[in-house]
């Protein structure tokens, strides 16, 4: 079965500082895909970023940062200076090949930015 | 407009009465999702919909049932609301490689 762990529930930072969510993931599968989402005060799920099993390059967009670990089942997320705009609850998630389109979320970490 | 539509966006009904919510989507997306989000919970998968003929039950699926009326439509009904149903429900729909999904705007449902 597929798992996603998230154990940092509440986070918060003061402005400009940077700041890691940690992702935890189980499978047995060894194709899947990891993803991160955010929500935002507002409530919709926007879509951040997606990797799949076989590429382990970290991805660096703007402030943004993942770095993905096949060793330890992680796949952490760093915003960098953080600001005000980047708080919201992140969601990490796992979908199995072998489980078509099936995927499993973690709880989420809410992320709270101070000015 | 948006790809992925939600209707109504808020629904205050009360215990025993039948719901329906309703999802439409124009990204031409083949499978499509229910999600429920509750506070500490994250988001939990009701049912899902890999075609117009094919409809599997998800984690939670109790009390819910689903209709696939077309390839953009996908509605999710309570047929008989209980206040433990109160919660944002999110329509979510994938299509090809890679297997993202792009979610709905959210309904918020509170059964009284």
């Known amino acids: 079965a597929q798992k996603v762990t998230q154990a940092q529930t509440e986070i918060s930072v003061v402005e400009k500082e940077d700041v890691t969510l940690d992702c935890v993931y189980e499978t047995r599968d060894t194709t899947y895909y990891l993803f991160w989402y955010k929500q935002p005060p507002s409530g919709e799920l926007v879509f951040l970023i997606r990797r799949n099993s076989f590429d382990e390059q970290n991805e660096i967009s703007g402030r943004y940062s993942w770095n993905f670990q096949k060793s330890t089942s992680s796949f952490n997320f760093t915003i960098t200076a953080s600001q005000v705009v980047d708080s919201a609850v992140y969601f990490c998630?796992?979908?199995?090949?072998?489980?078509?389109?099936?995927?499993?979320f973690g709880t989420g970490t809410k992320l709270q930015v101070i000015p | 407009d948006a790809d992925v539509t939600q209707t109504p966006r808020n629904r205050i009904t009360k215990t025993g009465k039948r719901i329906m919510l309703e999802c439409s989507q124009t990204k031409g997306h083949d499978r499509m999702y229910w999600y429920r989000q509750d506070p500490g919970l994250g988001l939990r998968l009701i049912y899902y919909?890999?075609?117009?003929?094919?409809?599997n039950k998800g984690e939670i699926s109790d009390g819910y049932s689903v209709s696939r009326q077309a390839q953009a439509k996908f509605s999710l009904s309570l047929e008989s609301a209980i206040p433990n149903q109160t919660a944002l429900y999110f329509c979510a729909t994938a299509g090809g490689s890679p297997y993202e999904q792009y979610f709905g705007p959210g309904t918020r449902l509170t059964v009284t």
């Open positions: 998630a796992l979908s199995e090949a072998a489980l078509g389109q099936k995927v499993t």
């Open positions: 919909s890999f075609d117009v003929k094919d409809i």
